[in-house]
């Protein structure tokens, strides 16, 4: 059974950093691309960034480019994403997801207040 | 960027047929691959995958859900709808980047 847990999340100041986290298991993780998802409070969904298989391809939103960075340890099973210079409109649940978003994490607030 | 336009709400009687559509504001269609798929969001839960390029059942999901369309005009179908089935339903595209419609969320009348 593919599993996602993401961790890391929580309240955070405007500006500051925050690293989130998503260890998998009941799959391959170094056979498929992964990606984040957000969705902001009473919001719809919004794909964030994503890595390739073997990590040397990498995209992203254009409202996060040059802030967040995605990374995969694939020895640990374990998706990254670090986010820096955080904004108040980054506040959302994040969501791991394998694939083309076929399997999802149950996702991991992160709030960016003051 | 591919705007997904979606219906923000319907109302349907249990045992009835919903038809729940998404117009993409330019064809997200290959050849004949069509790059839309089809997601369940109950509330408090997270996302789940319906249909996979606009008409291909996903693992473990009951064939009273069935997707169709092509091009920029695409339709998710339950039938017969369940209580089960209350949720908010989203279509997202690969052709282009990638990106989600607003979400549709079915009520029952």
């Known amino acids: 059974e593919v599993q996602l847990v993401e961790s890391g999340g929580g309240l955070v100041q405007p500006g500051r950093s925050m690293k989130l986290s998503c260890a998998a298991s009941?799959?391959?993780?170094?056979?498929?691309?992964m990606a984040w998802v957000r969705q902001a409070p009473t919001k719809g969904l919004e794909w964030v960034a994503t890595i390739s298989y073997d990590g040397s391809s990498t995209y992203y939103r254009d409202s996060v480019k040059g802030r967040f960075t995605i990374s995969r340890d694939n020895a640990k099973s374990t998706l990254y994403l670090q986010m820096n210079s955080l904004r108040s409109e980054d506040t959302a649940t994040y969501y791991c997801t394998m694939g083309l978003f076929d399997y999802w994490g149950q996702g991991v607030m992160v709030t960016v207040s003051s | 960027d591919i705007v997904l336009t979606q219906s923000p709400v319907l109302a349907v009687s249990l045992g009835q047929r919903a038809t729940i559509s998404c117009r993409a504001s330019?064809?997200?269609?290959?050849?004949?691959?069509?790059?839309m798929h089809w997601y369940q969001q109950k509330p408090g839960q997270q996302p789940k995958l319906l249909i996979y390029r606009a008409s291909n059942l996903a693992s473990g999901i009951p064939a009273r859900f069935s997707g169709s369309g092509s091009g920029t005009d695409f339709t998710l179908t339950i039938d017969p709808v369940q209580a089960d089935d209350i949720a908010a339903y989203y279509c997202?595209?690969?052709?282009?980047?990638?990106?989600f419609g607003s979400g549709t969320k079915l009520e029952i009348k």
């Open positions: 009941g799959f391959t993780f170094s056979n498929y691309g």
């Open positions: 997202q595209q690969s052709r282009e980047s990638l990106t």
């Open positions: 330019q064809s997200v269609s290959i050849s004949s691959i069509n790059l």
